[in-house]
C-alpha cells in the first residue's frame, strides 16, 4: 500500500473525530432536551476539540501532544460532569449552561492538557495547586459566611467574596506548589542552592518546567504570549462577527452562556480582547527582551534569574484568571474598567481586576530585572552610547513598566475594596470621586502604551542597518528619541479624559505636553529613513515585517495629532476613529516588529529558521487587510459610529464597511495561523541555519546557533560602534581567543 | 542629488494626491453648529499636516526600496553614514515649531466652541441606564426627544442617575460626559434645521448601544409651537394616566420597556397589566397591583424569564401615589 503522508492522515483522522463528535453531542443535546438540534453549540465544542485530539494521532500518532489533546477532552468532560453534578446539588435543578460546569470544564480541561503531554510538570502542578488554592479559598469564606448566616451560594458557586478570596489563594498556590518560590524557602532555611541551575529537563520538556536560563524563559513568555494572542483573536472574530451586519444576529438577546446574554457576552469579549492583548503584548515583548538583552550584553544570564523565572511563572495564574472572568459572569466595562459601572458590573469584573492585579507583579519585576541587567553585566568596553540600540528601548521600557505599573493594580484595587467592602472612593453618595479613578488609571495605561511599542520600536531600529547594510542614522538621536518617549509620556496622562469633566483649563497644558510627543516620534522616522537611503536593501521577512511596522506605525502617529488636539478629540473621543488609531500604533508598535523578531532571531533559538515563502505569505496577506481594517474603522469613526457598541443605527449605512472589517479581521486571523503552522513546524523541519544567517555584526550571531546554553564560550569585548556597515576592517565585538580554536 | 530632488517632487506630488484624496471623499459628517465650525477648520489643517507627512516618510521609503535594493548577486554593503547632526537638529526643531503652531491652533480652536452665551436657554439633561430624559425647567415640559430652535445657544446641564454617560451629537461634534454626583455642561448653537441623534459616547452596560434620543432642530417658530403644545400637554395630563406617562418619561423607563410590544432590555409593557408572567424560577405570576409595585421597589424580586438575572434594573423610590398613577397607565396600553 502507498504511504499517505501524515499530513492527510491527520485530516482524516479530522473529519472522523470530528463526525464522531458532533454526532454524539447532538445526541447529548437530544437527551437533554428532548429536541433535535443539528447546530448547537455543544455539538460544535465537542467536534472540534475531538477533531484536533483526532488530526494529531493521524498525524503524529501517540506523540505527547496527542495525548494532551486527549487528556484535555477528557479533562473538560469530567470537569463538566463535576460541575453540573455540583450545581445540581446546590441549585437543585439541572441547568445545562450553569457557569460551574463550564468553569470546571475550563479549568481541569487545561490542567489535563498539561497533565497529558508531560504527566507532573511545573504547568500542571501549578494549575492542580491553583485549581486547589481557589477552592480552598472560596470555601473558607463560605464556611464563615455560614457561621455568620449570610447566604454562601449564588448563581456562580460562591458568592463574590468567596471567589476573590479563592482568585487570589490560587495565585499564591499555583506560585508555591510549583516550585519557582522554593529556592527562597531554602534560603530562608539556610540551605544552599546550586548558583546555576543545570537543566533538569532535557530536550522541549524544560520549557514546561522551572528553569532559570534566560533563554528558556524568553521562550516560555514568547509561546505563552502567542496563545493569549490566539484566544485575544478568536474574542475579537467572535464580536467582529456580530458586527458584519446592524441588528442582532449572532450574540442575540436568546442566547445564554456563562450566564450571560449575547450582548452581555459582546461587553464581556470586547473587554477582554482588550485586556487579553495588552497581557500578551507585555509577555511578548518580555519574552524577546528575556532573550535577547543577556545576549546582546555578553552577560551569562539576568541579573536576577530565580525573580526572573517568578515574573514569568507569576503570569500564567494571572491568565487563568482572566479567562475565569469570561465565565464568572464576564464584565460589561471595557478594559478600562471605569466605576461606577465597575463598581455594578456583574462577578467577572473581580476575577479580571484579580488577573490584572497579578500580570502586573510580572511586569513590574521583569523591569527590575532588565534595569539591574543593563546597569550591571554589559561586556567589557560597552559603553552606554555603544549598546545596541534594543537594549536602550529595553531600559526606557522598563523604566515606565517598573515605576507607574502600581497605579493600575492600585487603581482596580480601590475599586476591588469598594465592591467588597463598600468603601466609598469613587461613589459620590460617599464623598467619592469617579474622575479620580481616571486619573489613577490613566497615570499607568497612557504610559504603558509607550511599554507595548517602545521595545517594537528599538527592533526596527536593531534590524533595519542589517538588511539596508548601513549604519543605523543618527544612533544617539534615536537612543535619546526612547528616553524622551518615556519620560514626556509620563506627563500625558490626561489627554484621554478631555470629555470626562475634568478641570477645563488643565485641558490646554495637557494638549501641549501630548504633541511634544510627536517630536522624539518623528526623530525615529526620519532617522529610520535616513538608514534605508543609499542602502543596499534586501528585504527577506523580518525586513518585511520592519518596513510594515513602520509604514503602519506611521499611521498610528499621524492620526494621533487630531487626538491631541482638544477641540477635535471632542469629536474623536470614545469613537471607531480612536479604536483604528490606537490598533495602527500597536501593529506597528508591537504586533508587526514582534513578528519580525520572532523571524529573525527564530534560527538562534532553534538552530533553524521558518519557512520564507509561508513568511511571506503571513505577511502579504495580514498587511493589505490591516490596512482596509484600521483605514474602515477610522472612517465610520468619523461619520459618528461610536466604540464599544454590540449594534450600530441601521441608518448610519455602515453595514457595508462594517462587513469588510469582518471580512479582513478573518483574512488577519488566516495570517496568523499560517504563521503559528510555520513556527512550530520549522522548530523540527526547518531548514538548517547555525551560522549568521543574516550577516550581522552582533555578538550572538558571531556564534553557532543555536545558543550554547551559557551563552558565550569565551567573554568578548566592545571594540567597535555597533552599526558600522559599509566601514571596511571595523568589528563591533572581539572573542577574547577564537571560537573556532577551542578543539 | 539627482535623487533628492526626484524624492522631493514626488513628494509634493503624493502629498497633494493624499490630501485632495482625502478631502473629496468627506470625511466629516454635515455640519450642523457653530461650534463645529472651528473644529472643521482645525480638522482640515491636520489633514493637510498628515498628508504631508505621510508622503514626507513613506515617498523616500518605497524610493529607497526601488532604487537601492540589493541587485542579484551583489554582497556588499551600504554607503558609510553613520549620521549628520545638522540634519537631526533641523527634524527636531521644525516640528517643535509645527507642533506649537497645532497646540496653539488648538487652544485658539477650544475657546471657540467654548464661547458663552449670555442668552443661553437652559435645558436639564437627564441620563441613566440606557435613556435619555430632557426637561424645560420654564414650561414644566419633560420629553424624551430633544428640541432645539436654530441659531440659539442652549447650555444643557446634564446629570446623571447611574453611571457615566457621555452625550454626542456627531454632526454637532462637541461631547461632553455627564458624571454621577455632578453636573456637567454642554454649549451648542444649532446651525442646521434637521433629525439628529444623541447616542451615548461612553460604555454605560448591557444595552450601551442604544442609548439614542432624537435631536430635533427647528425653526424658532417651529421650536415655540412644538413648546406651547408641549406645555399645553403637561397643563392638561392632570388625569393618574397622564401623570404616570409623564412618569415614565423622567424616570426614562422607556428606555428599556416598549410600550408597542417590542422586546428591548425588559419585557414590555403592552398588554402586561392583568397578564400571566412566567419567571426565571420557573413560577409564574399574574402582573397585577402588587407585582407591579414590587418590580418598581425591588426589581430583582422577581425576574421575567428570559431576561438578564440579576435584574440590570436599579431599584426606583415612588411614592404610593406615584405608583398608583404608573398603574392606571399601564392599564391603556393595551
Request: glycine share 12%; aromatic share 14%; charged share 15%.
Given at each position: 500500500m502507498k504511504k499517505i503522508s501524515p499530513v492527510v492522515r491527520g485530516w482524516l483522522s479530522f473529519a472522523i473525530g470530528f463526525i464522531v463528535a458532533y454526532i454524539l453531542g447532538i445526541g447529548l443535546v437530544y437527551l437533554v432536551n428532548g429536541s433535535l438540534a443539528y447546530s448547537h453549540l455543544v455539538s460544535w465544542i465537542f467536534a472540534t476539540f475531538a477533531g484536533a485530539a483526532a488530526y494529531s494521532w493521524g498525524a503524529s500518532g501517540f506523540s505527547p501532544l496527542t495525548k494532551g489533546l486527549a487528556w484535555m477532552n477528557l479533562g473538560a468532560l469530567v470537569g463538566f460532569a463535576l460541575g453540573l453534578v455540583i450545581d445540581l446539588i446546590v441549585q437543585g435543578s439541572l441547568n445545562w449552561v450553569a457557569p460551574t460546569a463550564s468553569l470546571f470544564a475550563l479549568l481541569f480541561g487545561f490542567t489535563a492538557f498539561f497533565l497529558g503531554v508531560a504527566g507532573f510538570n511545573a504547568v500542571s502542578k501549578g494549575l492542580i495547586w491553583q485549581i486547589s488554592g481557589t477552592l480552598l479559598g472560596a470555601i473558607f469564606i463560605s464556611i464563615i459566611r455560614v457561621v455568620m448566616g449570610l447566604?454562601?451560594?449564588?448563581p456562580f458557586l460562591f458568592t463574590e467574596p468567596a471567589w476573590v478570596l479563592g482568585g487570589f489563594l490560587g495565585v499564591i498556590f499555583f506560585l508555591s506548589g510549583n516550585g519557582s518560590v522554593s529556592d527562597w524557602f531554602k534560603w530562608a532555611k539556610g540551605i544552599d542552592t546550586p548558583?546555576?541551575?543545570?537543566?533538569?529537563?532535557?530536550?522541549?520538556?524544560k520549557y514546561l518546567n522551572i528553569s532559570l536560563d534566560h533563554k528558556v524563559i524568553g521562550i516560555q513568555y514568547t509561546v505563552t504570549a502567542l496563545f493569549l494572542i490566539s484566544v485575544g483573536g478568536l474574542f475579537a472574530l467572535v464580536f467582529r462577527t456580530e458586527l458584519a451586519?446592524?441588528?442582532?444576529?449572532?450574540?442575540?438577546?436568546d442566547m445564554k452562556l456563562f450566564g450571560q446574554n449575547g450582548p452581555q457576552l459582546y461587553n464581556t469579549f470586547m473587554s477582554l480582547h482588550g485586556m487579553i492583548m495588552i497581557v500578551s503584548i507585555l509577555l511578548g515583548m518580555a519574552g524577546i527582551t528575556n532573550f535577547v538583552v543577556p545576549l546582546l550584553l555578553g552577560?551569562?544570564?539576568?541579573?536576577?534569574p530565580r525573580l526572573n523565572a517568578f515574573a514569568f511563572w507569576i503570569s500564567v495564574p494571572a491568565s487563568v484568571l482572566l479567562l475565569m472572568s469570561l465565565i464568572l459572569g464576564?464584565?460589561?466595562?471595557?478594559?478600562?474598567?471605569?466605576p461606577p459601572l465597575s463598581v455594578r458590573a456583574p462577578m467577572g469584573i473581580q476575577m479580571f481586576f484579580l488577573g490584572v492585579f497579578t500580570a502586573g507583579w510580572s511586569s513590574i519585576l521583569g523591569a527590575l530585572n532588565v534595569i539591574v541587567t543593563v546597569m550591571r553585566m554589559r561586556?567589557?568596553?560597552?559603553t552606554a552610547f555603544r549598546m545596541p540600540i534594543f537594549v536602550w528601548a529595553a531600559i526606557a521600557t522598563s523604566i515606565i513598566a517598573l515605576t507607574a505599573t502600581q497605579f493600575i493594580g492600585l487603581s482596580f484595587q480601590l475599586v476591588m475594596f469598594q465592591r467588597l467592602?463598600?468603601?466609598?472612593?469613587?461613589d459620590p453618595a460617599k464623598g467619592?470621586?469617579?474622575v479620580l479613578f481616571q486619573h489613577l488609571f490613566w497615570f499607568y495605561s497612557h504610559p504603558a502604551v509607550y511599554v507595548f511599542i517602545l521595545p517594537g520600536l528599538g527592533v526596527i531600529s536593531e534590524l533595519l542597518p542589517v538588511f539596508?547594510?548601513?549604519?543605523?542614522?543618527g544612533y544617539r538621536w534615536i537612543a535619546m528619541s526612547s528616553l524622551a518617549i518615556a519620560l514626556v509620556g509620563f506627563?500625558?496622562?490626561?489627554h484621554h479624559m478631555f470629555?470626562?469633566?475634568?478641570?477645563?483649563?488643565l485641558r490646554v497644558p495637557f494638549m501641549y505636553s501630548t504633541l511634544l510627543v510627536a517630536i522624539p516620534t518623528g526623530v525615529k522616522f526620519f532617522s529610520w529613513v535616513a538608514t534605508l537611503w543609499k542602502g543596499k536593501i534586501w528585504a527577506p521577512t523580518p525586513m518585511l515585517f520592519v518596513l510594515g511596522g513602520i509604514v503602519v506605525f506611521l499611521l498610528g502617529g499621524l492620526t494621533g495629532p487630531p487626538n491631541a488636539t482638544v477641540s477635535i478629540d471632542l469629536h474623536l473621543h470614545d469613537t471607531y476613529f480612536i479604536v483604528g488609531h490606537f490598533h495602527d500604533t500597536i501593529f506597528g508598535g508591537f504586533v508587526f516588529p514582534f513578528f519580525a523578531a520572532l523571524y529573525y532571531w527564530f534560527p538562534k533559538a532553534t538552530g533553524r529558521r521558518m519557512n520564507e515563502t509561508l513568511g511571506k505569505i503571513h505577511f502579504w496577506l495580514m498587511t493589505p487587510s490591516f490596512f482596509i481594517l484600521t483605514f474602515g474603522m477610522m472612517r465610520i469613526g468619523l461619520l459618528g459610529m461610536r466604540r464599544r457598541i454590540v449594534d450600530y443605527d441601521p441608518?448610519?449605512?455602515f453595514d457595508a464597511t462594517h462587513l469588510l472589517l469582518t471580512v479582513m479581521g478573518y483574512l488577519i486571523a488566516i495570517s496568523v495561523l499560517v504563521f503559528i503552522y510555520n513556527f512550530f513546524n520549522s522548530i523540527k523541519n526547518?531548514?538548517?541555519?547555525?551560522?549568521?544567517v543574516w550577516n550581522s555584526?552582533?555578538?550572538?550571531?558571531?556564534?553557532?546557533?543555536?545558543?550554547?546554553?551559557?551563552?558565550?564560550?569565551q567573554p568578548f569585548e566592545v571594540v567597535g560602534e555597533p552599526y558600522d556597515y559599509g566601514?571596511?576592517?571595523?568589528?563591533y565585538v572581539e572573542f577574547s581567543a577564537p571560537a573556532k580554536s577551542r578543539h | 542629488m539627482q535623487h533628492i530632488v526626484i524624492v522631493g517632487i514626488l513628494v509634493i506630488v503624493m502629498a497633494v494626491l493624499t490630501y485632495f484624496g482625502l478631502d473629496s471623499i468627506g470625511?466629516?459628517?454635515?455640519?450642523?453648529?457653530?461650534?463645529a465650525v472651528s473644529i472643521d477648520w482645525l480638522w482640515n489643517w491636520q489633514v493637510i499636516a498628515m498628508s504631508f507627512l505621510f508622503a514626507l516618510i513613506v515617498v523616500p521609503l518605497v524610493y529607497s526600496l526601488v532604487v537601492f535594493r540589493r541587485k542579484k548577486g551583489e554582497t556588499g554593503d551600504g554607503e558609510h553614514i553613520e549620521g549628520n547632526t545638522s540634519l537631526e537638529i533641523a527634524w527636531t526643531v521644525l516640528p517643535l515649531f509645527a507642533v506649537l503652531a497645532f497646540a496653539y491652533m488648538g487652544a485658539y480652536s477650544l475657546g471657540e466652541t467654548n464661547r458663552v452665551d449670555p442668552d443661553a436657554i437652559e435645558i436639564r439633561v437627564k441620563a441613566q441606564q440606557f435613556a435619555w430624559t430632557f426637561e424645560y425647567p420654564e414650561y414644566g415640559i419633560v420629553s424624551t426627544e430633544l428640541h432645539l430652535p436654530l441659531n440659539q445657544q442652549v447650555v444643557l446641564k446634564m446629570e446623571s442617575a447611574d453611571v457615566i454617560h457621555s452625550f454626542w451629537v456627531p454632526e454637532f461634534r462637541v461631547k461632553q460626559d455627564v458624571v454621577p454626583g455632578r453636573v456637567t455642561e454642554y454649549r451648542i448653537t444649532p446651525t442646521l434645521v434637521g433629525d439628529y441623534k444623541v447616542r451615548c459616547?461612553?460604555?454605560?452596560?448591557?444595552?450601551h448601544a442604544y442609548m439614542e434620543a432624537g435631536v430635533i432642530v427647528d425653526t424658532k417658530g417651529d421650536y415655540a409651537a412644538w413648546i406651547a403644545e408641549q406645555a399645553a400637554i403637561a397643563a392638561a395630563s392632570q388625569t393618574p394616566e397622564g401623570q404616570g406617562q409623564i412618569l415614565s418619561v423622567k424616570y426614562g423607563c422607556l428606555g428599556c420597556h416598549s410600550i408597542d410590544g417590542s422586546k428591548l432590555t425588559g419585557p414590555t409593557?403592552?398588554?402586561?397589566?392583568g397578564s400571566n408572567v412566567e419567571l426565571d424560577n420557573g413560577t409564574s405570576v399574574v402582573a397585577d397591583d402588587a407585582f407591579i409595585k414590587e418590580s418598581i421597589l425591588d426589581p430583582n424580586a422577581s425576574v421575567v424569564a428570559g431576561f438578564p438575572s440579576p435584574s440590570v434594573m436599579p431599584p426606583y423610590t415612588l411614592t404610593d401615589e406615584e405608583i398608583a398613577n404608573f398603574i392606571a397607565y399601564l392599564k391603556t396600553l393595551k
Open positions: 447566604e454562601w451560594s449564588g548558583e546555576h541551575h543545570e537543566e533538569s529537563h532535557a530536550g522541549w520538556e451586519a446592524s441588528q442582532l444576529q449572532f450574540l442575540t438577546t552577560a551569562q544570564d539576568m541579573a536576577f464576564g464584565f460589561d466595562t471595557g478594559w478600562t474598567g471605569y561586556s567589557k568596553g560597552m467592602l463598600g468603601m466609598g472612593f469613587f467619592g470621586n469617579p539596508a547594510r548601513k549604519p543605523l542614522f506627563l500625558v496622562w490626561a470629555t470626562s469633566g475634568m478641570n477645563e483649563y441608518a448610519l449605512n526547518g531548514e538548517k541555519a547555525e551560522g549568521n555584526r552582533s555578538p550572538e550571531w558571531q556564534v553557532p546557533s543555536p545558543m550554547p546554553t551559557h551563552n558565550y564560550d566601514l571596511p576592517g571595523s568589528k | 470625511l466629516m459628517p454635515v455640519e450642523a453648529s457653530a461650534q459616547a461612553e460604555l454605560c452596560g448591557t444595552s409593557w403592552f398588554g402586561l397589566y
